[in-house]
């Protein structure tokens, strides 16, 4: 393999504090699985980390020290006094099984398993007293001639270096000696790896040494000088031509077999800790460090690498041009200046040198006619090594191009035009008709100008032979959708990007069309927002602004330096309802009640991966998006397929098939239609022997109720008969009433005359009285006259008493016994009264004034004991009732 990865920059680092990992302590060892995943021997047990989520898994004694990944579900670690195996679960679970045979007598016994080893199918677990073999779930235990000090696999041989008697290699289950170190290394051995010329070890604290046709000497160069001086504890081969070192002091070295250095990577670059415990470069390109303080990775495949400002020395890098081997970076805080050199990895940190007078924010940078021209926030300036010169007084310069004989700059208000010169651009006057902030400006023809104002919008300026606008075509900034619309001259023609749209002019139409929603750049963490082309640096580094730094793309890698395979991963398969979430495996059956499918998987530890699903009976595959989770609702009962799939770069991993069957619920299922089918006959039994038991019920209501009907009829036809009777009763009363009242006045009318007899009457028995007084001649006559006129006077009064006892004796008679001293006027008064004589009738019956009347009737009530309250009528009705 060649060139492996640029030398310039410091590739993608992405850190992780012991916060991120549940302070599981520090991390001593680090493997990989085939798919991606990483797992870690830490403090507190087992870390798992898949490039979303990290996970945990207690089971061994003591501190974890060493980890061995076999596969995706199998791997061994070794810790204080333990190591054992750990198996996956269906649920993506894992689970520990102990296999040291001594968990039970350890009064003797302090052994703690720093490395773990595969030869063919056996395991070496390797503590500083023993190696114990696994080989078909047995162990063979082999001592240490005196204490071993490390273990290191070199090829397909495995070496261990013994404190006292120096190097030995593991041959048919035993240790044959292969070099004595004694009186030569003083210090324990990091690691060993083959370079060009024999064996290479790594001494902790004495730098390299070779070991060569049998000879052992020290390896003098600038990589073992800063090695000895960093103190090695970790060492990693990295591919076929690099290794890497982690040391205790400065970080991280990684050097080709030559010995060069290609990247230090320490804490001013980036890294939590200078303390590098443990290392673990991985197939997919990352290099994993486990530190005193945190975990990082470094991606050494990516195409990008990163100068960010953890020192405070430069800022954010806008701009940045390489004129003489020396690099000019432009910044918020002002221009700085390095030798190209400098920019190689192999330093402790970046040096940059600001340039005087350059304070503030820099735009952009452009060679025109040899000539370094700045575009400041105070104006145009002229750069010449360490020092600039401004030209014209205009302030804020966004843009800089050459056009013709002059050269145009984009201000923060309008254009201004210069003239080419010799010597140092001439300002000659700003454009008329164009104002506003310009912050691009594209020649496409001889006299055609895009300018690009983004509160404003685009415009195409068609200009004279004197730079003035004769045409202008303005596009406002409603016309593109999205936000930093930028616009970009190509051999297809001129087009505007925007952060989701492509728009390309149509030079018939005089318009611009929408095109596709692709992009211009590759995405980078951290790149500024708003729409960038990269700036074209050297033929083999593009450069993209950062926060807080730059980015510089590498454009010579090769291909087989960056194919990868991807691998898609299922991490969690869940089933839920409101309630419960239950855990799944791949062909489980799901329970009814928690019908809803939540399912994550992952493309371990890749960046901006896209996936997409499928149900089989869909057919449709779902949006490309960045999520990696998917949750299917409210399905219904029966067998599933679910595809998966992710894609990065364009490049689609193979598809992930995902089976399950969601079960029938028991009111669907066969026993659930047996119990169905028996409880509709039984229910059809008890219908019809309803029917049969109602059908009594109702004949036998349908009895009742016409007996019922036929006493209600009774009922009714004795009410008629009973109110026919009472009506003509009624009428009867009313005749006999009326009758009542017409003899009684007839009566009355009677005695009126009777009254009137007695007068006349009366008048001659008072005449004969007078003749009386006469001679006594008629005095015998005259005495029978008056004894026959006595005696019908008094037959003759006694009438109507008589008549009206007649008609209402029993009244009188309750009258009377009531109340004895009634005289025969107030009962007949009464009587009057309870016929329903009105006041004048009876007045005239009485033969008396109507006043008296109402006198009578007052001594009458007193008669009666009636209270003022009491109805006289009412009172009388009642008596005669």
């Not at 549940?22 to 980390?49: C, F, H, Q």
């Not at 068609?462 to 051999?491: Q, S, Y």
């Not at 211009?520 to 640096?537: K, T």
């Not at 490309?624 to 067998?639: D, I, K, P, Q, Y």
Request: hydrophobic letters at 35%; one cysteine or more.
């Amino acid at each position: 393999m060649g060139q492996m990865f640029p030398e310039k920059g410091v590739p993608p680092l992405e850190s992780f504090t012991p916060y991120h990992y549940y302070n599981t302590g520090k991390i001593w060892s680090i493997a990989s699985a085939p798919n991606g995943i990483v797992y870690m021997a830490a403090d507190r047990g087992l870390l798992e980390y898949d490039g979303t989520n990290w996970n945990h898994y207690t089971g061994s004694k003591g501190f974890t020290r060493s980890v061995k990944v076999i596969n995706d579900s199998l791997m061994y670690t070794g810790s204080d006094l333990d190591f054992g195996v750990w198996r996956k679960t269906r649920y993506r679970g894992f689970e520990y099984t102990s296999l040291y045979p001594f968990e039970e007598d350890l009064q003797d016994i302090n052994e703690e398993f720093w490395s773990i080893h595969l030869l063919g199918n056996d395991a070496l677990f390797v503590s500083s007293q023993s190696i114990y073999v696994y080989r078909n779930e047995q162990l063979l235990k082999i001592a240490a001639p005196s204490v071993f000090m490390g273990s290191y696999r070199v090829d397909d041989r495995l070496y261990f270096f013994d404190k006292e008697n120096g190097i030995f290699v593991f041959e048919d289950f035993s240790l044959k000696k292969e070099l004595d170190l004694f009186g030569i290394l003083h210090s324990e051995i990091a690691g060993i790896y083959r370079a060009k010329d024999g064996l290479m070890i790594v001494a902790r604290d004495e730098g390299l040494f070779l070991f060569k046709d049998g000879n052992i000497e020290p390896v003098r160069n600038e990589l073992s000088e800063k090695l000895k001086t960093a103190k090695v504890f970790s060492f990693e081969p990295v591919g076929d031509n690099h290794v890497a070192f982690g040391t205790v002091l400065k970080g991280l070295y990684i050097a080709n077999l030559e010995g060069e250095i290609i990247h230090h990577v320490n804490r001013q670059k980036g890294l939590p800790s200078n303390t590098v415990l443990s290392l673990h470069y991985c197939d997919a390109g990352r290099i994993w460090l486990g530190m005193d303080y945190g975990v990082s990775s470094l991606d050494l495949r990516s195409r990008f690498t990163t100068f960010y400002d953890y020192r405070g020395d430069f800022g954010t890098g806008y701009t940045a041009i390489l004129k003489d081997e020396i690099f000019y970076l432009g910044t918020n805080q002002g221009l700085y200046r390095s030798r190209w050199g400098d920019l190689n990895n192999d330093q402790e940190f970046f040096r940059f040198e600001l340039i005087p007078d350059t304070e503030g924010q820099v735009w952009t940078l452009e060679l025109i006619n040899e000539k370094l021209l700045m575009g400041h926030d105070k104006g145009l300036f002229v750069v010449e090594e360490n020092n600039v010169e401004k030209i014209g007084h205009q302030e804020g310069v966004w843009t800089i191009i050459p056009y013709k004989d002059y050269i145009l700059t984009g201000n923060y208000n309008g254009i201004s035009i210069f003239q080419k010169s010799d010597g140092k651009p001439v300002f000659l006057k700003k454009m008329d008709l164009i104002y506003g902030s310009c912050n691009q400006l594209i020649a496409e023809e001889e006299n055609i100008l895009w300018v690009n104002i983004p509160t404003f919008g685009v415009i195409r300026a068609v200009l004279d032979e004197t730079l003035n606008p004769v045409e202008r075509l303005i596009f406002p900034k409603e016309v593109f959708e999205g936000k930093d619309a930028f616009v970009l001259k190509n051999d297809s023609g001129v087009h505007v990007f925007t952060d989701q749209f492509r728009y390309t002019f149509d030079s018939e139409q005089k318009e611009f069309i929408l095109k596709d929603e692709s992009r211009i750049y590759p995405q980078i963490d951290g790149q500024l927002a708003g729409v960038y082309l990269p700036v074209a640096l050297h033929p083999d580094y593009d450069f993209f602004p950062v926060y807080n730094g730059f980015a510089l793309r590498y454009l010579v890698m090769e291909e087989n330096d960056r194919a990868e395979n991807y691998t898609l991963t299922l991490r969690k398969f869940e089933a839920f309802n409101n309630h419960e979430r239950v855990l799944l495996y791949p062909g489980s059956k799901v329970p009814s009640r928690v019908n809803n499918i939540f399912i994550e998987t992952v493309v371990p530890n890749q960046h901006h991966v896209e996936y997409q699903f499928k149900l089989q009976d869909s057919g449709e595959w779902s949006e490309w998006g960045e999520s990696n989770s998917f949750e299917l609702l409210s399905l219904r009962h029966g067998a599933y397929k679910l595809l998966i799939r992710a894609r990065i770069d364009e490049q689609v991993a193979d598809e992930q098939e995902i089976n399950f069957r969601i079960v029938v619920p028991w009111y669907l299922s066969w026993y659930a239609y047996l119990f169905y089918a028996g409880l509709f006959a039984g229910l059809m039994y008890v219908l019809f022997y309803w029917q049969e038991v109602s059908l009594k019920k109702q004949k036998k209501k349908m009895l009742l109720r016409e007996q019922k009907s036929l006493r209600k009829q009774t009922e009714k036809h004795k009410h008629e008969i009973m109110l026919l009777e009472r009506k003509r009763m009624q009428a009867e009363y009313d005749q006999l009433k009326q009758q009542l009242k017409t003899k009684t006045i007839e009566l009355a009318n009677k005695a009126k005359d009777n009254e009137e007899k007695n007068r006349l009457l009366l008048s001659l028995k008072e005449k004969c009285e007078k003749a009386q007084q006469n001679p006594v001649l008629f005095e015998r006559k005259w005495g029978e006259m008056q004894r026959i006129l006595d005696s019908y006077l008094k037959n003759e009064d006694k009438t109507f008493e008589i008549q009206m006892d007649e008609l209402h004796q029993e009244f009188f008679a309750k009258l009377k016994e009531k109340f004895p001293d009634l005289s025969s006027n107030d009962l007949r008064l009464c009587a009057y009264l309870r016929i329903g004589l009105n006041t004048k009738e009876i007045a005239e019956m009485l033969n008396i004034q109507p006043s008296s009347f109402y006198i009578s009737r007052s001594r009458l009530r007193k008669k009666l004991k009636l209270k003022p309250e009491e109805d006289l009528y009412n009172f009388l009705t009642r008596a005669g009732g």
